[in-house]
């Protein structure tokens, strides 16, 4: 560490540190506007000038900017010198100059960085008297407003957009007092990570286009620390609720997981919530067959009365709904009778993911593990549009050469511009092996394009060159042989080398193949990381809590006389003629918070609540447990799915789930009951959790209004709520102060009002919170574990004549089911469609745009065709699709598509 002075103030600094780092990691306040921890500095603003003093002895120092000023041994800096305190007065007075100064309309306001920089700096009085500059703002599409008035060119925004995600259809243009920050013409930005644009910009430029369509000012909101549900990776979120409504989506920081960044699915896909076909009351199917409302006690003592018939009943689980629902229902039915609620294909590899993570074999790496990789190999696995968070995370590790460059050079790692004028083009080598382009393309070293046996067949042969013990591949391709060569010295000779694949591909050699690379690298003095994509919230927690080979096929051949279906649209799992067939004879009980064609198909349907409205735990594809919360108290009947199990089963007397009260003691009876959980009760305190006897606040301590939003029904203020096993009041009536990090609904200190009040919650800037990152991990490495190699190599693809495999292709806005109910992510949401090589739409003669048939068995579906040059030939990818009831890859025949009858 290194000890410097401030002010008469003796603090301590990590060498690679620069002078703002340190002193906002020392609680001191100083503002700033261009730098951010994850895009450290350039010194664009000016607005962070301190005082440096050469030694002991001089009494009037030079004035610097802490951002660009490294923090040597013994070093003087004042902030409160009356020059520096001057100057960054008359810094913020000129970038407030063209401002409009309108924070009572800005739906920035009380959240707003430049607001908290304007007061920390003392400029309070307006003097600038002329004409403004003004801009015209852009329309970006479904997500993001624009109000280019508003910027005072820090160009965080640029920055992050281009340099940090990748993105190229946005910019900054022109200069001096006309520079203009948006894209060369109206149009959605089409980066999947744009919405950060609103937590990066410090003003009003950038805000969220979903929350003013039902805006209130920021502090007016309950807030909860919740977890995202549309992709397995387990990022944490923040969401924000007003008047019963789920109101937005905000980054909750974690220096494990998500750190400062959310993807677009995971921010804007929260619209199911609010959505009007929501289940907010019981019903049943009349003798008339229609469905029809019934009341809260009488749905209980139905499915009470199924329940204590004596005749088999059956629970098929769902990989988005918690661990605690998917428990209860397993206690409910007992384990011969739960299934999990994915298709038998995604089963099959959902638990070979379970069992290799589970082995100790490999380290699972967190998000921000990744970002240190040397080397990264991505088998087969379309990042980019399936986790998103973990694709930004390797565009980060492909930096990692350059900046190692740089800092031998004597270039700060902090110093952003210089470090990247100076690495140039140098980059860590990511290898990409996929059969589509992805958008990880750009940054790597070698990008291969290949079917999926192809693809598994070359992770096997890297595996082969790594260690010879492991199965090689015979009769590989010229082609794949040099390229695994390439690969594997590449891995071999990073010190912290970094595999990553998925079962988006539905191609279960692909997994092995990664796994054996993971084997081999360990079996070679390395310590390599595995990440294992899977494709929802809790799909890889459902999968630990099942065995065998169960699947939604499985259940619904056992055609029983009463099945329960948990949070799941059964016609995404398997074919509707198959759902028909077998459960002619069932009696269906389904628990969802969406209406579907399950529920629609129901004979009785419990309304469940959503996440918004829910306490419970997901296991994210790192095996990391955590758990989220409610912002929405609810009392409209609407309740967690095990609540309605429960009560039933107490209704009807069995005693299966008498002890499964609570959040707590679900979590302990998995614990108890299945090994692979054991550590789940400390995934966060318990619902018991009080400080001096208070329970967390929800809301801020500016709260306003609460009697207002019921002065249409009652002039008198209501009684607030009491949420039920929950630490959290449901007011702003509570504790505020210091807190467990998986309690923290929302960052707020004195002074900083804004998202950049990370600053006082961090253990140090950029790393982790005080009090250790939320969540706990499931698997962990262990010296002594070990795998044996796989060798279920697959044979070389080759063509079938008429026929081609059809792979699904990812779309990260057409995937999840619950986030495409949200209309702006409906919006971005492409067509299905039929993507060729350009000689295979060739050779059947038709062009990009036109349709063709295509038959998978008995299924047919005229699909528009898109070219994909990098896509081998003989393969076809289908691509956007919300349902997916198909077992793929399959072989697919195209036909010309008939004529739409007139």
């Known amino acids: ?41 350039v010194g664009a603003c000016r607005q962070c000038a301190v005082k440096q003093y050469d030694g002991p002895e001089d009494q009037t120092g030079r004035m610097v900017m802490a951002c660009m000023t490294p923090v040597p041994e013994g070093a003087r800096f004042s902030i409160a010198d009356p020059e520096v305190v001057a100057f960054r007065a008359s810094v913020i007075e000129w970038l407030m100059v063209n401002h409009p100064h309108d924070c009572p309309v800005c739906e920035e306001g009380g959240e707003c960085h430049l607001q908290d920089m304007t007061v920390m700096t003392g400029h309070t009085y307006r003097r600038y008297r002329f004409t403004k500059r003004t801009h015209r703002n852009q329309d970006l599409g479904p997500f993001i407003k624009h109000e280019m008035n508003r910027c005072i060119a ?129 019903l049943r199917r009349g003798d008339d067959g229609n469905q029809a409302t019934i009341d809260r006690d009488d749905a209980i003592a139905r499915l009470a009365a199924l329940l204590r018939a004596g005749d088999a009943v059956i629970g098929i689980g769902s990989p988005r709904a918690s661990l605690e629902s998917n428990y209860v229902l397993r206690q409910l ?53 399936a986790a998103p968070r973990a694709a930004l995370s390797i565009r980060q590790a492909a930096r990692g050469a350059g900046i190692a460059r740089a800092v031998a050079a004597k270039i700060p790692a902090w110093q952003d511009t210089g470090v990247r004028n100076h690495a140039g083009d140098t980059r860590s080598p990511v290898f990409i092996a996929t059969p589509a382009s992805t958008r990880l393309d750009d940054i790597a070293q070698r990008a291969l394009r290949a079917a999926p046996a192809d693809i598994a067949r070359l992770g096997f042969a890297v595996a082969a060159r790594i260690d010879p013990a492991a199965p090689d591949v015979p009769g590989l391709s010229e082609d794949l042989a040099t390229a695994a060569r390439e ?41 390599p990381t595995l990440l294992l994509n899977v494709p929802e919230c809790n799909s890889l927690g459902l999968a630990l809590m099942t065995a065998g080979e169960a699947s939604v096929e499985t259940a619904l051949a056992r055609q029983a006389p009463v099945v329960i279906v948990l949070e799941n649209d ?116 318990p619902a018991a959790f009080r400080v001096v006897g208070s329970r967390i606040a929800s809301q801020t301590r500016r709260y306003s209004g609460r009697t207002a939003i019921d002065a249409g029904r009652n002039v008198h203020e209501p009684k607030p709520p009491v949420p039920a096993d929950s630490p959290f009041s449901a007011t702003m009536e509570g504790h505020h102060g210091a807190m467990p990090p998986a309690l923290r609904p929302v960052f707020w200190a004195p002074g900083w009002n804004s998202v950049q009040s990370l600053n006082r919650f961090q253990a140090e800037i950029d790393g982790p919170l005080k009090g250790g990152d939320p969540g706990v991990r499931l698997f962990e490495s262990r010296p002594d574990a070990a795998r044996p190699y796989d060798a279920s190599i697959p044979a070389a693809f080759s063509w079938r004549p008429d026929e081609w495999l059809a792979i699904l292709l990812p779309r990260v806005f057409n995937d999840d089911e619950q986030a495409g109910r949200a209309p702006p992510i409906r919006e971005r949401a492409a067509p299905p469609a039929l993507v060729l090589n350009a000689e295979d739409a060739a050779s059947l003669g038709v062009a990009a745009g036109q349709n063709l048939a295509c038959e998978i068995g008995d299924a047919r579906e005229d699909l528009a065709v898109e070219i994909d040059p990098a896509l081998p030939r003989g393969v076809a990818g289908l691509a956007g699709f919300a349902q997916r009831p198909h077992a793929i890859p399959a072989w697919l025949r195209l036909r010309p598509a008939e004529p739409p009858v007139s």
């Open 487 to 527: 690969i594997a010295d590449a891995l071999l000779a990073a010190p912290n080398p970094l595999v990553v694949s998925g079962v988006e591909s539905g191609e279960e050699s692909i997994v092995r193949a990664a796994a054996n690379i993971a084997a081999a690298l360990r079996a070679r003095g390395k310590t």
């Open 1 to 41: 560490m290194t000890t410097f002075e401030v002010d008469g103030k003796t603090l301590t600094a990590k060498p690679d540190e620069n002078l703002l780092q340190a002193c906002l990691g020392a609680g001191l306040d100083l503002p700033y506007f261009c730098w951010h921890p994850a895009l450290d500095s």
């Open 570 to 685: 059964l016609h995404r799992r398997t074919p509707a003629a198959v759902i028909e067939a077998t459960l002619a004879a069932s009696r269906l009980v389904v628990l969802d918070h969406s209406e579907s064609p399950t529920t629609r198909r129901a004979d009785l349907v419990l309304p469940a609540a959503s996440f918004a409205e829910a306490e419970g735990t997901l296991v994210s594809a790192e095996g990391r447990a955590q758990r989220f919360y409610p912002p929405i108290i609810a009392e409209d009947g609407l309740a967690e799915s095990w609540r309605w199990l429960v009560a039933a089963a107490r209704a009807a007397g069995l005693p299966s789930c008498e002890s499964l009260t609570t959040t707590d003691a679900i979590a302990a009876g998995l614990a108890a009951s299945l090994p692979r959980f054991a550590a789940l009760p400390g995934v966060a305190p």
């Open 333 to 385: 039915v007992g384990e011969q009778n739960f299934y999990p609620g994915v298709s038998a294909a995604e089963a099959r590899l959902l638990r070979l993911v379970a069992d290799i993570l589970g082995s100790g074999a490999v380290h699972v790496p967190s998000l921000r593990e990744m970002e240190t990789a040397d080397a990264a190999l991505v088998l087969g696995s379309d990042l980019p549009n």
């Open 154 to 282: 820090c160009y965080r925004c640029s920055r992050f957009y281009r340099d940090y995600a990748g993105g190229r259809d946005f910019d900054v243009f022109a200069a001096h007092d006309h520079v203009y920050f948006g894209r060369h013409a109206d149009g959605t930005l089409e980066n999947e990570f744009s919405g950060n644009l609103i937590e990066i910009c410090p003003t009003g430029v950038f805000t969220d286009k979903t929350f003013s369509a039902h805006y209130v000012r920021k502090w007016d909101m309950r807030g909860a620390p919740s977890v995202c549900a549309h992709c397995g990776l387990g990022c944490n979120t923040i969401a924000n609720a007003r008047a019963d409504r789920l109101r937005r989506i905000v980054n909750r920081y974690n220096g494990a997981v998500n750190t400062y960044f959310l993807c677009d699915r995971g921010r804007f896909g929260y619209g199911f919530v609010n959505a009007p076909d929501r289940l907010r009351a019981p």
